[in-house]
């Protein structure tokens, strides 16, 4: 039973993560905690996952993979963020991880340098520094988990996703514009293309597609790892 419930809401982890990347794209990526400020970037390796494809999984990094078009491509098809890696700083120290979204779990984790002489020292400083960043990500979970129950979800937060969205699909066919102009690839097989008309707006109800990626976890079949 606990295990079938885990499985039910794993995909809120996976909209913490999307959502945490839009907050870092659009307002800066400083968040404020009970234990002080903190820095996150998505950076690389994402990983996206769907609703209604039980096998299907979409992988988009190197090259900032943040702004590929891929990655605005996958968010307007209503995919969400399985696992992405991440960098965390608060104040002269930072982290790399790779957070999987659908359990929490900081993998492939770089702590601060130990300042500490004695190596037995030196890895309770690692541990502690591991311990810090588990409690930021988790506070900032709660901190989902509340604006995701709130009547601010629907009237507010899931618009400004949508915007982000729109304007990471308008900067994709910008590039590929750019890009088709210099020989690169021809625009009209170009992949955004199959999303944006010729005038730069959705051919296809990006709002819709962004919004059913949200708001229809409860319905979904969750997706096996595809490494």
């Given at each position: 039973m606990t295990g079938n419930l885990l499985a039910d809401c794993r995909y809120l982890g996976r909209e913490f993560v999307t959502w945490l990347w839009f907050l870092c794209e659009v307002e800066g990526g400083e968040f404020q905690l009970s234990s002080g400020p903190i820095e996150l970037l998505v950076e690389d390796n994402l990983v996206f996952v769907g609703h209604d494809d039980d096998d299907s999984a979409t992988q988009v990094k190197g090259g900032c993979p943040t702004l590929r078009p891929e990655a605005a491509c996958a968010l307007a098809a209503g995919m969400t963020v399985r696992r992405a890696k991440v960098n965390a700083a608060r104040e002269d120290r930072a982290w790399t991880f790779t957070l999987d979204a659908e359990s929490l779990d900081l993998r492939s984790l770089k702590v601060p340098a130990a300042e500490?002489?004695?190596?037995?020292e030196q890895l309770t400083e690692r541990l502690e520094s591991a311990e810090e960043l588990r409690e930021a990500i988790e506070e900032l979970y709660t901190q989902f988990i509340g604006l995701r129950c709130s009547e601010q979800w629907d009237a507010m937060e899931t618009?400004?996703?949508?915007?982000?969205?729109?304007?990471?699909?308008?900067?994709?066919?910008a590039d590929q514009d750019r890009f088709a102009a210099s020989g690169g690839v021809n625009a009209d097989t170009?992949?955004?293309s199959a999303v944006i008309d010729d005038h730069g707006h959705k051919a296809q109800p990006v709002p819709a597609a962004v919004s059913e990626g949200f708001d229809d976890g409860l319905d979904e079949e969750e997706m096996?790892?595809?490494?």
């Open positions: 500490a002489e004695d190596p037995l618009e400004r996703i949508r915007d982000w969205v729109r304007v990471k699909l308008e900067r994709a066919k170009y992949e955004p096996s790892e595809d490494d």
